[in-house]
């Protein structure tokens, strides 16, 4: 069998296949249909933009961490066709570069072959959904072309590695982009429990936290709002949050029952990430790549990151070590927190603090292969990673918006910057003491300061340092 003959194969088998693939994805095996994340209300608007005749909204490209929710999205998306007269074509990307051996471009043309029209003459819109899309290494190319043929064409594309997406010239100009993030607690409920959540205390939660005058005004608006957060608790066994905490952030782990099985499957995820998306960035020799999964692993387990120890431990030169940080944030695996400084130079002297992107990575770590650092520091840690991914998700590009820490010696987890206010952010298990914060708050010069903690069950104000202490079961409902 020639190679067209096998993609013109492959193409019909796809789309006679895609309804069954994607009722797997929109319903549960009791045939109801799964909870939409936030994000798919923002990504339908877009191809309702294009059915109302907008064109300017007619190629999607959907980016974020490996395991985020990105293919499911995709097809409950995709699931909106039965209202819509149109040609449908999904594609996984790296079956067409690796299973056939071909190619966007090529696929597509063969398509124009099968519906007997080519893309600048088309009868009725066509709606091209493509997944993994970096695996193709021409993709933008490709796509862009596609793009530009016609304005009865929408795409709604999917990139695990955000470098390979947002460094590619062709489609920058072109295609409107969403990110996907893991699940916050809120969404995790909807999934799991089938629970909705209060979309309006989510909101005014953020604003009080954030955007109020000192700490006693978060202290009294947070009041305002206990008996709408008790209410989110009612019947919600602490068991939700323990999941959650361990891998519920990442949507793909919430139908396993098995912890094993659940972490064999982050370790799995992370695996591809390393060995598909990190390697296809090409800037890591294949011998930096095999020591990433041990690099995590010690840094999962240290109470400080520093590079020089690192390149010592693994007998490698400190700048490799960077490269191989610098990858793992472009794979959005790791979070770089930088440290808090007047001027750029003080920054670029002092070392940054890395997180994981979900706390589950670093759970799986822990379950798995065991810790050393004792269970107090050990739980902090995935705490500081949960607070520490909520407050990524509120800057990440805003460009007014910044998160930094506080490097000096006991100095805050963390300094949220919004203009030029700043809120000083400690988070722990069972915080006691307003120490760190006020001393941080004293050097940044910040609104008021904060400390989010596990064990504390009611709001406390510090009206004469200008801080309050908020149960962490508060902050994750924003």
Same mark, same amino acid.
């Given at each position: 069998m020639n190679n067209k003959l096998k993609i013109k194969e492959y193409i019909n088998d796809q789309i006679a296949q895609t309804d069954f693939r994607a009722k797997a994805y929109v319903f549960d095996g009791n045939n109801n249909e799964r909870p939409k994340r936030d994000i798919f209300n923002r990504i339908e608007s877009h191809l309702n933009n294009f059915l109302n005749g907008k064109k300017a909204y007619r190629w999607i490209t959907l980016t974020g961490l490996r395991g985020a929710g990105k293919t499911t999205l995709m097809y409950q998306l995709y699931h909106l066709k039965k209202e819509i007269d149109g040609y449908f074509l999904v594609l996984s990307v790296d079956e067409i570069t690796e299973t056939l051996g071909s190619s966007i471009d090529e696929v597509i043309s063969i398509f124009e072959e099968i519906i007997g029209r080519p893309i600048t003459n088309l009868d009725k819109p066509l709606f091209l959904f493509l997944d993994e899309v970096q695996y193709d290494k021409k993709w933008g190319t490709s796509l862009k072309s596609v793009y530009d043929r016609s304005q009865d064409v929408f795409i709604f594309s999917t990139g695990s590695a955000a470098a390979l997406i947002n460094s590619n010239p062709d489609v920058a100009r072109r295609t409107i982009y969403e990110k996907i993030y893991p699940l916050s607690f809120t969404e995790f409920i909807k999934i799991k429990e089938g629970r909705f959540a209060n979309n309006d205390l989510s909101t005014n939660l953020k604003e009080s936290i954030f955007f109020s005058k000192n700490a006693k005004e978060v202290y009294l608006k947070l009041l305002n709002y206990k008996k709408d957060i008790d209410n989110c608790y009612l019947g919600l066994s602490r068991l939700n949050f323990e999941n959650y905490l361990n891998y519920g952030?990442?949507?793909?782990?919430?139908?396993?029952?098995?912890?094993?099985?659940?972490?064999?499957?982050?370790?799995k995820s992370l695996d591809r990430v390393?060995?598909?998306?990190?390697?296809?960035?090409?800037?890591?020799?294949?011998?930096s790549i095999s020591r990433i999964p041990a690099i995590l692993y010690a840094i999962?387990?240290?109470?400080?990151?520093?590079?020089?120890?690192?390149?010592? /431990?693994? %007998?490698? @030169?400190?700048?490799?070590?960077?490269?191989?940080?610098?990858?793992?944030? #472009?794979?959005?695996?790791?979070?770089?927190?930088?440290?808090y400084a007047s001027h750029f130079n003080q920054?670029?002297? /002092?070392? %940054?603090? @890395?997180?994981?992107?979900?706390?589950?990575?670093?759970?799986?770590?822990? #379950?798995?292969i065991g810790n050393t650092i004792s269970e107090q520091n050990s739980r902090g840690k995935l705490l500081e990673d949960l607070v520490g991914m909520y407050l990524y998700k509120l800057c990440d590009k805003q460009p007014l918006k910044s998160l930094n820490y506080d490097s000096g010696e006991g100095g805050a987890d963390f300094i949220f910057s919004s203009g030029s206010d700043k809120i000083v952010i400690e988070v722990g298990v069972n915080k006691k003491e307003y120490r760190q914060v006020i001393k941080t708050a004293n050097k940044v010069k910040s609104k008021y300061s904060i400390i989010i903690s596990e064990q504390q069950d009611e709001l406390e104000l510090n009206e004469k340092d200008n801080a309050l202490k908020i149960p962490l079961s508060y902050f994750i409902l924003i």
């Open positions: 952030s990442l949507p793909f782990m919430i139908a396993l029952d098995n912890e094993a099985l659940v972490y064999d499957q982050i370790n390393i060995n598909k998306d990190i390697s296809g960035m090409q800037s890591l020799s294949s011998d999962a387990d240290m109470d400080s990151l520093n590079f020089t120890k690192l390149a010592d /431990k693994f %007998s490698i @030169y400190r700048y490799k070590i960077s490269e191989i940080f610098i990858a793992l944030e #472009k794979a959005e695996v790791l979070h770089r927190i930088y440290p920054v670029t002297k /002092k070392p %940054s603090k @890395y997180l994981f992107s979900s706390p589950a990575f670093r759970s799986m770590y822990y #379950k798995t």
